[in-house]
């Protein structure tokens, strides 16, 4: 290890990832306790606010929560194993990894998978959804699944617009929305979408380690569950609403998590989830003005699909976005998100969701600048900090929202 590199261990690394994301430190302290007895008659005194604190993140009056021991990965495989029957048609479609993994779980567990394969960069293929669902006369699909945030790609697709050309085919399927790197962090509207079942974690927009697999199911969705066919056991819906009625668990939960949660809960509440998702805006519309300062381009298509999460970035021609990557770790003490599948060595994506602010954008950027630089990219230096600094005190000055909107 050089002398530079050992600099780097000197004072707090920066983490730039899409997630797991920085952990507040009244989130932290707040899992700092005590082993607790799951099965106490107060137990639920605990447990239950936190249910009805998710319904409010979710917005959803009518849905169920669950929370399931594991990652969002779980939890999408506890909405199919618990909806659908060995063999239904599902209708799904590949646009970055994320929505290719879940492809390729719901072909694992038996599932026949109508899938429609666009760019890497574009959104959720609304259009082609509806020719399909419109031929399918007989309802023979059964479940249509929208990655609503592709992590890889820094693209968010518009759900609502699924559900409306679903309600325009008279369709009757389910909707799956993969809401991982979104819920808790962009507008996502369960009800008023009509989404029967949403999938996150706690480890994006919840500020908490993984370890928590969050699950939202509609009164549709939950009737499916009592007639569906495919095994389950651990991920059973029935299992667990019979217990989480009164907050209690069928098995034991990481309760240190669940305080944890308690305290990310409050957080948001405090700051109003309305702010919550205007400050993601903010911050990464900083960030976005900060890439195309430096002349580099995004892998989302179009502005009508930039997340407000992650933003994924194309390195110039004869750049190995690998190597950004170690400078960036290694030089300077700084993580940022690399480039999955077929965009490995080509992107780099900055995560900027959860207990994130100007600040940290800012750092974001100058790292991010020095990386690119060391690696053999031509960009200005300064100008994407610059940028940013520029919408950030416009921002400050109550133009922000309106210079974005642009």
């Given at each position: 290890?050089?002398?530079?590199q050992?600099?780097?261990?000197?004072?707090?690394?920066?983490?730039?990832?899409?997630?797991?994301?920085?952990?507040p430190?009244?989130?932290?302290?707040?899992?700092?306790?005590?082993?607790?007895?799951?099965?106490?008659?107060?137990?639920?005194?605990?447990?239950?606010?936190?249910?009805?604190?998710?319904?409010?993140?979710?917005?959803?009056?009518?849905?169920?929560?669950m929370?399931?021991?594991?990652?969002?990965?779980?939890?999408?495989?506890?909405?199919?194993?618990?909806?659908?029957?060995?063999?239904?048609?599902?209708?799904?479609?590949?646009?970055?990894?994320f929505?290719?993994?879940?492809?390729?779980?719901?072909?694992?567990?038996?599932?026949?998978v109508?899938c429609?394969?666009?760019?890497?960069?574009?959104?959720?293929?609304?259009?082609?959804?509806g020719?399909?669902?419109?031929?399918?006369?007989?309802?023979?699909?059964?479940?249509?699944?929208?990655?609503?945030?592709?992590?890889?790609?820094?693209?968010?697709?518009?759900?609502?617009?699924?559900?409306?050309?679903?309600?325009?085919?008279?369709?009757?399927?389910l909707?799956?929305?993969?809401?991982?790197?979104?819920?808790?962090?962009?507008?996502?509207?369960?009800d008023?979408?009509?989404?029967?079942?949403?999938?996150?974690g706690?480890?994006?927009g919840?500020?908490?380690?993984?370890?928590?697999?969050?699950?939202?199911?509609?009164?549709?969705?939950?009737?499916?569950?009592?007639?569906?066919?495919?095994?389950?056991?651990?991920?059973?819906?029935?299992?667990?609403?019979?217990?989480?009625?009164?907050?209690?668990?069928?098995?034991?939960?990481?309760?240190?998590l669940?305080?944890?949660l308690?305290?990310?809960?409050?957080?948001?509440?405090?700051?109003?989830?309305?702010?919550?998702i205007?400050?993601?805006?903010?911050?990464?519309?900083?960030?976005?003005?900060?890439?195309?300062?430096?002349?580099?381009?995004l892998?989302a298509?179009?502005?009508?699909?930039?997340?407000?999460?992650v933003?994924?970035?194309?390195?110039?021609?004869?750049?190995?976005?690998?190597?950004?990557?170690?400078?960036?770790?290694?030089?300077?003490?700084?993580?940022?998100?690399?480039?999955?599948?077929?965009?490995?060595?080509?992107v780099?994506?900055?995560?900027?969701?959860?207990?994130?602010?100007?600040?940290m954008?800012?750092?974001?950027?100058?790292?991010?600048?020095?990386s690119?630089?060391?690696?053999?990219?031509?960009?200005?230096?300064?100008?994407?900090?610059?940028?940013?600094?520029?919408?950030?005190?416009?921002?400050?000055?109550?133009?922000?929202?309106?210079?974005?909107?642009?």
């Open positions: 290890m050089t002398e530079f050992q600099i780097r261990h000197i004072g707090q690394h920066h983490l730039f990832i899409p997630g797991p994301t920085n952990v430190e009244e989130v932290r302290q707040a899992m700092n306790v005590p082993q607790q007895d799951m099965r106490a008659p107060d137990f639920g005194e605990f447990t239950l606010p936190l249910f009805a604190g998710l319904k409010r993140i979710f917005r959803t009056t009518d849905g169920a929560v929370m399931f021991p594991g990652s969002g990965t779980g939890a999408w495989e506890a909405a199919i194993t618990n909806t659908l029957n060995p063999g239904d048609k599902v209708l799904m479609a590949r646009y970055g990894q929505s290719t993994l879940w492809v390729k779980m719901a072909e694992m567990l038996g599932l026949e109508i429609v394969d666009v760019p890497w960069g574009a959104g959720v293929p609304v259009k082609e959804f020719r399909i669902l419109g031929r399918d006369k007989d309802d023979e699909i059964k479940a249509v699944f929208v990655t609503h945030n592709e992590t890889a790609t820094g693209v968010l697709s518009d759900v609502e617009a699924v559900r409306r050309i679903m309600d325009e085919c008279f369709h009757d399927a909707l799956f929305v993969d809401g991982v790197s979104s819920v808790g962090s962009v507008d996502f509207r369960m008023a979408w009509g989404v029967d079942l949403a999938v996150t706690s480890q994006k919840f500020m908490m380690p993984a370890g928590l697999g969050i699950l939202a199911v509609s009164p549709k969705a939950m009737a499916a569950s009592k007639i569906a066919t495919m095994r389950r056991a651990y991920f059973d819906f029935a299992d667990m609403l019979a217990m989480n009625r009164d907050g209690y668990f069928p098995y034991t939960p990481p309760t240190p669940l305080h944890g308690k305290a990310a809960l409050a957080l948001i509440e405090a700051e109003g989830l309305e702010n919550v205007a400050r993601h805006h903010r911050l990464a519309e900083g960030i976005r003005r900060g890439v195309r300062a430096w002349g580099l381009d892998v298509e179009h502005r009508s699909l930039y997340s407000d999460t933003t994924a970035v194309r390195v110039p021609e004869g750049v190995d976005a690998r190597e950004v990557l170690r400078i960036a770790y290694d030089d300077f003490g700084a993580s940022f998100g690399s480039g999955l599948a077929r965009l490995a060595g080509k780099f994506r900055i995560g900027h969701l959860g207990a994130f602010n100007d600040g954008a800012l750092t974001a950027l100058a790292l991010a600048e020095l690119l630089v060391r690696a053999g990219a031509s960009v200005p230096m300064g100008a994407g900090v610059a940028a940013a600094q520029a919408y950030f005190a416009d921002a400050a000055g109550g133009q922000g929202y309106a210079v974005a909107a642009e």
